[in-house]
């Protein structure tokens, strides 16, 4: 594979000398321009792998030179080098396509793993979806979410992914990760919402030994955890205030202070995040920084609700009836009185649900053929306000019967000296009927 090529556009001598030295150390070949006119004609005529270039030029800045080569050469990586703390100018380059950016004056070891990560990219051009991730679907609604993902996995800007709960936000998370330049490397995914307020600080950013009582080694946080990688911030509306305003800074200045620490250390972690809240109804509210808001939702990727894609529902339901299937054993197939069912609905826990309502239904089903009859639809509304029926105990009667229930299958397989398909036929039921019982009941 020949050496690779990097374009640096700056009209400072010095600045072009740096980076042509810095780049040159790490076997890139460097192509120098001095300004817009100069950096389009290299483009033309040369082969680039890379660009670099400064947002204010003689004739021009970087995001007109990030716009055409989003135009004309789109492979091609740009990484916009912004003022100290020039924050605006940054969001900015990364809405019209930019890569990456870097601050003045720059910090080469922040360079060398753009540069490095950057060029991952010119690896994988042949080799899009590689990634064992897949999103199911032909309908023109998937279609776009895949094409985003094909755009935003190029890029390094922070991406907030919307939709509602159950329509697989992690999913598509997974996706840019494993077809961008990051991909051999960690992916973490954290439900904000699932910490303790008094442990967050400490999970996202470690602590020191002695830091607080209970201390007693040093740990590494989250962000740590997926250096060089990506980390996934699912439920990021659920953050506290005071967790809002640290975050702010990680993703600002790219360094953490673990706790209990007197310095920061540099970070390289690309953000994705997720809700199925409104983030902008919440700045208005106040619950959510719009300082931050701007800075996770540089682009957004909304990911559609299963009733808006009801042409998916026979390929997803057929995948999820593959995998739902024993070794050995032939899917189940869902009759057409029951496909015509699933079609009808509209489905508010999305494709969440839908594995819900298949794995019930496999289970009710006599034989590998899905009834109508054997698909239980409930909305998840009706599941959170149904309020639990006590017995003349102190539990639920839910869970008395379900003691009942244990106590009859273990009779049963003793019985029938844990011969499973003579034990189903004691109980009355189908032999994929009882295999699920002692799963659901914890019987195994």
């Known amino acids: 594979m020949r050496k690779p090529t990097a374009l640096v556009v700056d009209d400072e001598p010095a600045i072009r000398e740096l980076l042509e030295l810095t780049l040159t150390r790490m076997d890139v070949s460097c192509l120098l321009a001095a300004?817009?006119?100069?950096?389009?004609?290299?483009?033309?005529?040369?082969?680039?792998?890379?660009?670099?270039t400064d947002m204010k030029l003689p004739?021009?800045?970087?995001?007109?030179?990030v716009s055409y080569i989003q135009a004309h050469a789109p492979q091609v990586p740009v990484a916009v080098i912004t003022a100290h703390g020039n924050v605006e100018s940054a969001v900015q380059a990364l809405k019209s396509g930019a890569f990456d950016f870097v601050s003045k004056p720059v910090d080469l070891a922040a360079l060398r793993s753009l540069v490095s990560t950057a060029l991952k990219l010119r690896d994988q051009r042949q080799s899009e979806g590689r990634g064992a991730t897949q999103l199911l679907g032909r309908s023109p609604a998937i279609e776009q979410v895949r094409s985003m993902v094909a755009k935003v996995a190029r890029s390094q800007a922070p991406v907030h992914i919307s939709g509602e709960s159950g329509t697989g936000k992690e999913?598509?998370?997974?996706?840019?990760?494993e077809n961008g330049a990051r991909a051999d490397n960690?992916?973490?995914?954290?439900?904000?919402?699932?910490?303790?307020?008094?442990?967050m600080e400490s999970e996202f950013f470690g602590h020191k030994k002695g830091s607080f009582t209970g201390a007693v080694a040093d740990k590494?946080?989250?962000?740590?955890?997926?250096q060089g990688g990506t980390l996934f911030l699912d439920e990021v509306a659920e953050l506290p205030l005071h967790m809002q305003v640290k975050l702010l800074r990680v993703i600002q200045e790219k360094a953490i202070r673990?706790?209990?620490?007197?310095?920061?250390?540099?970070?390289?972690?690309?953000?994705?995040?997720?809700?199925?809240?409104?983030?902008?109804?919440?700045?208005?509210?106040?619950?959510?920084?719009?300082d931050l808001y701007y800075r996770v939702n540089v682009i957004e990727l909304r990911v559609p609700a299963l009733r808006d894609?009801?042409?998916d529902l026979p390929l997803l339901a057929e995948h999820i009836l593959a995998r739902l299937a024993q070794?050995?054993?032939?899917?189940?197939?869902?009759?057409?009185?029951?496909a015509a069912l699933l079609q009808d609905y509209g489905f508010p826990g999305n494709v969440r649900e839908l594995e819900n309502i298949l794995e019930r239904a496999t289970t009710l089903a006599e034989d590998e053929l899905i009834r109508a009859d054997d698909i239980q639809l409930q909305s998840a509304a009706e599941t959170d306000e149904a309020e639990p029926v006590m017995g003349p105990g102190t539990q639920p009667l839910g869970k008395q019967l379900g003691e009942v229930e244990k106590e009859a299958i273990r009779k049963a397989l003793e019985q029938a000296r844990y011969n499973k398909t003579a034990a189903a036929k004691l109980l009355g039921m189908s032999f994929r009927q009882l295999r699920y019982r002692i799963k659901k009941l914890g019987l195994e």
């Open 35 to 52: 300004d817009l006119k100069q950096a389009r004609a290299m483009l033309q005529s040369q082969t680039v792998d890379l660009c670099l």
């Open 59 to 65: 004739d021009g800045n970087g995001l007109e030179l």
């Open 171 to 177: 999913l598509v998370a997974r996706l840019i990760h």
């Open 186 to 199: 960690a992916f973490v995914a954290v439900n904000c919402g699932a910490i303790p307020g008094e442990l």
């Open 220 to 226: 590494d946080g989250l962000f740590q955890a997926a």
């Open 258 to 290: 673990a706790v209990g620490a007197q310095r920061e250390t540099p970070v390289d972690v690309r953000i994705l995040s997720a809700t199925h809240r409104n983030l902008g109804e919440m700045v208005r509210a106040g619950r959510f920084r719009e």
């Open 309 to 311: 894609r009801p042409e």
């Open 327 to 338: 070794a050995g054993e032939a899917p189940a197939r869902l009759a057409p009185d029951a």
